[in-house]
């Protein structure tokens, strides 16, 4: 703590404020450039944060927000740890405070925050709500609110209170997950379309995660095309990342292409996010370490089962 500073306001500090929250405990470099920074927490526990830098100079680093994750999705190495423990708000901020200290001499400024790491963002709704408004108030980070997206795998009476609270733009990834077992598709479109109503000029960001046989076929973009419509809403096309806790295998990249060609086609705005940083487990669900011990593999819905 600063010298100087008045006795009592030291102890109110102490008592109100995390000055540490993280210790950074190793970086690892991608052959792509990604960065993967390990944080330690006071209690020993390891999380991880990604940045990636692009060549159309866009940074962007990745946080998490709780120390493993409780909704088990199928292409996500993470959901193996089960839920240890929701991050702090302090937490959550340091980690972009760090990559801007650690490689904004490297890489330029950090652009963008998307919460998409560790863990289901709104299942720690206050943490993160608190987080992401630190990130873009004008005493806090400055980021603007368009670069700051937080990722949720559907918990709906969440994204309602995150819309109503929060000014950052949401994403939803909703396939092949566990949580559409409590909170259906129609479900969460419908409240999606009922809340952005409200809201005229806000978007929402649909994460369509691509394994091959499963969800990657022509009447599969010919469904997501209606699932969709009327809602206002970027598509995000997501190369699965191959890890120890699954049977997936990833589309190949010439057929996503030919996916988005076909959403365009019906006037879908459409991006197409390849591999950063796979080959040292920093890609899209690749994150956390379950230990050295062995996990089992995520079950497989029986429906899927043909694809493998």
């Known amino acids: 703590m600063p010298e100087g500073l008045n006795k009592d306001l030291r102890k109110m500090i102490s008592d109100h404020a995390d000055l540490k929250a993280l210790t950074v405990k190793d970086i690892i470099t991608a052959s792509d450039g990604t960065r993967k920074i390990l944080f330690s927490l006071e209690d020993a526990s390891v999380i991880e944060t990604v940045v990636i830098p692009s060549a159309r100079g866009r940074t962007t680093v990745c946080v998490s927000s709780q120390v493993g994750c409780a909704m088990n999705c199928q292409f996500c190495f993470t959901g193996r740890m089960g839920l240890r423990k929701h991050l702090?708000?302090?937490?959550?901020?340091?980690?972009?405070?760090?990559?801007?200290?650690?490689?904004?001499?490297?890489?330029?400024?950090?652009?963008?925050?998307?919460?998409?790491?560790?863990?289901?963002?709104?299942?720690?709704?206050?943490?993160?709500?608190?987080?992401s408004s630190i990130m873009v108030d004008e005493q806090g980070l400055q980021f603007s609110p368009r670069k700051v997206t937080v990722s949720t795998s559907g918990l709906v009476p969440e994204i309602k209170r995150f819309l109503n609270e929060s000014n950052c733009d949401l994403a939803v990834r909703n396939w092949i997950m566990?949580?559409?077992?409590?909170?259906?598709?129609?479900?969460?479109?419908?409240?999606?379309?009922?809340?952005?109503?409200?809201?005229?000029?806000?978007?929402?960001?649909?994460?369509?995660v691509m394994l091959a046989g499963v969800n990657d076929s022509t009447d599969d973009a010919k469904r997501l095309m209606e699932l969709v419509h009327g809602i206002p809403c970027k598509i995000n096309l997501i190369s699965f990342n191959p890890h120890s806790g699954s049977q997936f295998k990833p589309t190949p990249d010439e057929s996503i292409i030919e996916f988005r060609n076909m959403l365009i086609q019906s006037g879908l705005t459409v991006m197409v996010r390849l591999s950063r940083g796979d080959d040292q487990m920093a890609a899209c669900g690749q994150l956390g370490a379950p230990g050295d011990y062995q996990l089992p593999l995520l079950r497989v819905p029986e429906k899927f089962q043909v694809a493998l």
């Open 88 to 131: 702090s708000t302090a937490e959550i901020v340091e980690q972009a405070v760090f990559a801007r200290k650690l490689f904004s001499d490297e890489f330029g400024s950090i652009t963008n925050v998307v919460f998409m790491g560790m863990g289901e963002p709104l299942h720690n709704v206050d943490n993160v709500i608190k987080a």
């Open 178 to 208: 566990p949580i559409n077992r409590r909170y259906n598709l129609s479900t969460l479109l419908g409240t999606l379309r009922e809340e952005l109503r409200l809201r005229p000029k806000s978007i929402v960001l649909f994460e369509y």
